[in-house]
């Protein structure tokens, strides 16, 4: 089931989740390749990888929150 406009459900927020995760993961191996493969446990080196994350997660969000229950962006719901 889908939320309706102006509303967020859970499933909404799992996906987030989920794209946050991936996101990281993603951003997390290009910063690794982009550096020779050296990984250091630092908040520079992770910071951009959070960033991502959070970023991702967010505006999957705020695009799940101006859809209706059919996928139109920024309609409302028909009766």
Do not use: C, H
Request: no cysteine; aromatic share 12%; charged share 15%.
């Amino acid at each position: 089931m889908r939320s309706k406009f102006l509303a967020l459900a859970v499933p909404d927020f799992i996906k987030g989740l989920i794209m946050a995760i991936l996101t990281a993961l993603v951003t997390g191996v290009y910063e690794l390749v982009q550096s020779g493969w050296v990984l250091t446990f630092d908040w520079l080196t992770f910071k951009p990888i959070v960033m991502a994350g959070v970023g991702a997660a967010l505006a999957y969000l705020i695009k799940n929150f101006f859809t209706n229950s059919t996928g139109e962006i920024l309609k409302a719901e028909r009766k």
